[in-house]
């Protein structure tokens, strides 16, 4: 069990020093939006409650209008499941884009001829998370560049969802697809992954701390027997213990912390607000905030590239972005003008009645010494949110994005405590460290020692085998 699971610690030490300079391929909502086309006033004929009854959603969870190779689409999130799309034009469902449509939204996305596109598919590596589930069948369109970029283009809706390059996608296999566990076979099943390497990472901390009192056992023993030195042992073994005793603590810390990223609400709280909270904080349903919009209003939030119809408070937005105008949060029905977010009463107001009776503080700006919304990763909150500060028993803070009106986090007691089991322990992101030269050499050198210690783990305990295993056949 030693040899295996400190081979999995080798490799994890090892692709966590190259996650530190290549990260996974990720294409952001902002980089998305502004690339795609600006919708055309004459395209948009067909209300959005419309399109819903065309679509066949109950229950939508969410509803864009985006232009699409020529075409202003309705595309339809039901709470589960993959997406619809609805012509803006016709208010006919549209079954999906062709191949040369593919091409076509690739080449205008990246103003770079395209070199050639895939047959539908389902998975590949690179977009095997399960956010892509609602867009699937894709496209896998070969960019004539340079760099070997490829994009991932949704086979319903038409939109740009992945972006990759060569370089990222070569350091990456030995990145983290190897440290994350992360091969298309095993993770396009979330439930599958999310156990196997639950487990595997759970008995990893067994075994560590077994290792660990094992080693101070030893040492305390070689003390008391009067001989001298901190340990009996010579060789590989005595470079082992001794190395052992030094990075112990890193070790337990960082294989603990790893195993923490695997959580998923098992111990802690995800982040995310309850359901009858979310229910609460938007007031109405997206299908009643659908029935307030026309197509005329849709025209005069013109121009965007994605046009999204939400709910906050009991009352019904439009929210526009892209074209290379600003953002555009209009409240339907209200006496004024489109702002570029939402105003800070109404989110108030929203985070009141999804925490009733309970004393809420007025919206902030995300103060720079906040720790928890300003972490080193990319999965950090970030600055330009505001934060309502809720006086529950969890003692809450809600980070709301003021552009979209949804809710980032809930930062209640439990989530800061996996802030700092977490990040804090498995990338040393505390406060004195965050913008210090010194944090991506000490990170380096703690990588390197551990990979180093499980190393000599595993050649100790083949040379120990090998030996057993000869003894017996003698």
């Not at 067909?46 to 066949?56: D, K, L, M």
């Not at 699937?136 to 990759?164: F, K, N």
Request: proline letters at 5%; a positive charge.
């Amino acid at each position: 069990m030693g040899i295996v699971l400190c081979l999995f610690f080798a490799m994890w030490f090892g692709t966590g020093a190259v996650m530190m300079f290549v990260p996974y391929p990720f294409l952001g909502d902002g980089a998305r939006i502004s690339h795609i086309e600006p919708l055309r006033a004459d395209q948009i004929s067909v209300a959005p409650s419309a399109a819903i009854t065309a679509a066949g959603v109950a229950s939508p969870a969410r509803i864009r209008l985006l232009e699409v190779a020529g075409q202003a689409l309705y595309v339809i999130n039901p709470p589960k499941g993959p997406q619809a799309v609805v012509s803006a034009t016709t208010g006919k469902r549209i079954d999906g884009i062709s191949p040369a449509d593919a091409k076509a939204i690739a080449g205008h996305f990246a103003q770079t001829p395209v070199e050639s596109v895939s047959e539908p598919f389902d998975y590949d590596q690179w977009v095997v998370h399960h956010r892509f589930d609602r867009y699937r069948p894709l496209y896998r369109v070969d960019l004539a560049d340079d760099a070997g970029t490829q994009l991932y283009v949704s086979q319903r809706s038409g939109e740009v969802i992945q972006r990759s390059t060569h370089f990222e996608r070569s350091w990456n296999y030995v990145g983290a697809v190897l440290h994350w566990i992360y091969p298309t076979v095993l993770r396009k099943s979330w439930v599958t992954w999310d156990r196997t390497v639950w487990w595997l990472s759970l008995v990893g901390v067994v075994v560590t701390i077994a290792g660990v009192w094992l080693g101070i056992v030893r040492w305390r023993n070689q003390v008391k027997s009067g001989r001298g030195g901190m340990t009996p042992y010579r060789g590989w073994m005595k470079w082992h213990h001794v190395g052992g005793l030094v990075v112990a603590g890193f070790l337990f810390t960082w294989i603990f912390s790893g195993w923490l990223s695997m959580d998923h609400g098992r111990i802690f709280s995800t982040g995310d607000m309850s359901d009858a909270e979310a229910t609460a904080y938007t007031g109405i349903s997206t299908q009643e905030a659908a029935k307030a919009v026309s197509p005329d209003l849709l025209r005069r939030m013109l121009p965007a590239s994605e046009i999204e119809i939400d709910a906050l408070n009991g009352k019904p937005y439009v929210i526009a972005r892209g074209a290379g105008a600003g953002p555009k949060v209009l409240n339907v029905g209200g006496p004024a003008a489109p702002s570029d977010s939402f105003a800070d009463a109404d989110i108030f107001a929203a985070v009141r009645a999804a925490w009733p009776g309970i004393n809420v503080d007025a919206p902030t700006s995300i103060p720079a010494d906040d720790t928890y919304a300003r972490l080193r990763s990319s999965d950090g909150i970030g600055g330009d949110g505001v934060r309502i500060v809720v006086h529950d028993d969890r003692n809450s803070a809600v980070y709301v994005n003021p552009v979209t009106g949804k809710v980032i986090e809930v930062m209640d007691t439990s989530r800061r405590a996996y802030r700092w089991l977490y990040f804090g322990l498995h990338t040393l992101d505390f406060p004195f460290l965050s913008n210090n030269v010194i944090w991506k050499p000490l990170m380096l050198i703690l990588l390197a020692l551990g990979f180093a210690f499980s190393a000599t783990s595993v050649t100790i305990g083949w040379r120990r085998l090998v030996r057993k295993l000869s003894s017996q056949k003698a």
